[in-house]
């Protein structure tokens, strides 16, 4: 707590040894009034959860697992934009502690929010809330960055890796957050500026693995091959087909890969 700036968003951080989710942590306490801009953190999750169900593993000791609680008074329809913003914070933490050790290995988001290194997966973002039609109760954003992991469950072995891993060094995890906390006050003050991304695309593109390369989409209807330019206002990923035409990809409908 020390090293927070009193104009950051994270006001405070609240630490558990062990929990069976950050993320069901932070909406217990957001139930009960905790307030927007806390941070909970753990070493080690019971229960950790990743996107579309699947589980988190989370060890003791070797990643950073948080949750942030956020009240904006935004639109919900804008919640998962937050996400992104996320995505963005974390990535440039990433990135600055990385350069701190000297290594110079380059780290970017895999469109929508997965952060990348060497093309494996170091960071993944689960986004929640509580809203109605017009107003958020509380979102939670729970970061999973794997720090010193050196093992991977088989089925993602060949997808995944950490920060050890790839850089061959030891990075302090409570340097990630100070720098996560920064990063994130920054993109997240430009984002409510406008309620929407508009402010955040260029510096979003610059951190995009995909801008510029092929990708291809797999949704429920289609399946092809384009070349992404980056996202818009909203998050959607901009893709041009083969014909020339535009296609706009929403996140969660669709499956992308990198060719
Ligand atoms: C994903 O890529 O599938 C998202 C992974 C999110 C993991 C983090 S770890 C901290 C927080 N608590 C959870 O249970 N999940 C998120």
């Given at each position: ?40 953190i ?38 998962s934009m ?18 701190e ?25 689960l ?26 469950a ?17 990075i ?11 990063e ?8 409510l ?8 695309v ?22 092809f ?29 669709v499956?992308?890969?990198g060719?």
């Open positions: 707590e020390s090293q927070l700036n009193p104009d950051d968003t994270v006001k405070k951080v609240v630490y558990a040894p062990e929990i069976d989710s950050t993320n069901n942590e932070a909406k217990r306490n957001a139930e009960n009034g905790a307030k927007d801009g806390t941070l909970y753990t070493e080690s999750q019971t229960g950790g959860r990743g996107r579309r169900g699947r589980q988190w593993v989370s060890p003791s000791g070797s990643g950073i697992w948080m949750t942030l609680l956020l009240r904006p008074q935004i639109n919900p329809a804008n919640a937050l996400t992104i913003v996320a995505a963005m914070a974390v990535t440039m933490a990433i990135r600055r502690a990385v350069a050790t000297g290594v110079d290995v380059e780290c970017h988001i895999k469109w929508p929010n997965d952060v990348v290194i060497n093309k494996k997966k170091v960071c993944g973002i986004t929640e809330m509580s809203a109605e039609l017009d107003c958020i109760h509380y979102v939670v954003i729970g970061i999973g960055i794997n720090v010193n992991t050196t093992e991977f088989d089925e993602i072995k060949e997808t995944a890796s950490s920060l050890f891993v790839e850089t061959g060094k030891n302090k995890r409570s340097r990630i957050v100070a720098l996560f906390a920064e994130f006050t920054k993109y997240y003050q430009k984002f500026n406008t309620g929407d991304l508009s402010g955040l260029q510096d979003y593109n610059e951190l995009l693995i995909n801008a510029g390369r092929q990708v291809r989409i797999c949704d429920a209807k289609e399946e091959t384009g070349v992404a330019a980056g996202i818009d206002s909203h998050g959607e990923l901009l893709v041009t087909k083969e014909d020339g035409t535009q296609a706009v990809i929403s996140a969660g409908e499956s992308v890969r060719l």
